[in-house]
């Protein structure tokens, strides 16, 4: 009555090449989530720069229509639109000719930077 027990599980090799199979993508994928940090911060500013640039089109639509008050730089168009956050940007200060194309620069917290363009009303 020699019964011998089979025993079942992986062996030592099949679980080292799993092991290194896992750091191998490890190793290629954590590059590409670690950019992403910074791709996220200048879709941020990106998203914040059109908002102004749609507030500069409003400004000058509501001054072609002689209505509400004239934006006289970048900054001031910080007044028109609603929703720009109050902190972690920079707006430079550039004049807004009459019916003339500026370029306006902003600057996030973290460094990011884009310049759009804002219409002088």
Request: glycine share 10%; hydrophobic share 50%.
């Amino acid at each position: 009555m020699n019964k011998q027990h089979e025993q079942s599980g992986f062996t030592l090799i099949e679980l080292v090449v799993v092991i290194v199979i896992l750091g191998i993508l490890a190793a290629t994928a954590l590059p590409k989530f670690v950019d992403m940090k910074a791709q996220a911060a200048q879709a941020a500013t990106d998203g914040v720069a059109g908002g102004l640039a749609a507030a500069s089109a409003s400004n000058y639509a509501a001054r072609q229509m002689n209505l509400g008050s004239a934006a006289a730089n970048c900054t001031a168009l910080v007044n028109i639109m609603v929703q720009y956050p109050a902190t972690g940007y920079t707006l430079g200060a550039a004049a807004l000719t009459s019916g003339a194309a500026a370029s306006c620069t902003l600057t996030g917290s973290n460094g990011t930077t884009n310049v759009f363009q804002a219409i002088g009303a």
